[in-house]
C-alpha cells in the first residue's frame, strides 16, 4: 500500500512582532484535522497566540483519512489590504484577517 508523503514546511511570515506560521499536523494539536490552519506566535514571548483552520476537511468514513487531508502549501501578507493570504495543494486560496481572525475563500 502507497503512502501520501507530508506536505513540505511553509515559510512563516512576519508582521510586526507577530509571526504567523502552517501547522500542518494539526491533528496531533487537537484541531480535528491535518491541514489548513494558521497559527499566530508572539515572537518576544515565543506563545501562540491563536490558531485559525481557513477551511474544512469533511473526512469521508469509507476513505482513507491520509488520502484526504489538504494543506496549505504557501502563506503570504497582503500589505494592500492587511490580509493574510495562503494557498492549499488543491488550488484553493484563502485571506485571513489576522485581527478578527475571520477567513474568506478567494
Do not use: C
Not at 4 to 26: F, K, L, M, Q, S
Not at 38 to 55: C, F, N, P, R
Request: net charge negative; no cysteine; hydrophobic share 35%.
Amino acid at each position: 500500500m502507497k503512502k501520501i508523503a507530508g506536505p513540505e514546511d511553509v515559510d512563516p511570515v512576519t508582521v510586526g512582532g507577530t509571526r504567523y506560521e502552517v501547522p500542518h499536523w494539526g491533528k496531533t494539536m487537537g484541531l480535528g484535522q491535518n491541514g489548513g490552519h494558521v497559527s499566530a506566535v508572539d515572537i518576544a514571548s515565543g506563545k501562540t497566540l491563536w490558531t485559525v483552520a481557513l477551511y474544512k476537511i469533511d473526512y469521508k468514513p469509507n476513505m482513507e483519512a491520509d488520502k484526504q487531508d489538504s494543506f496549505i502549501v504557501s502563506l503570504e501578507f497582503d500589505r494592500a489590504t492587511s490580509r493574510l493570504v495562503a494557498e492549499n495543494d488543491r488550488g484553493r486560496r484563502f485571506a485571513l484577517d489576522p485581527f478578527s481572525h475571520e477567513a474568506t475563500p478567494l
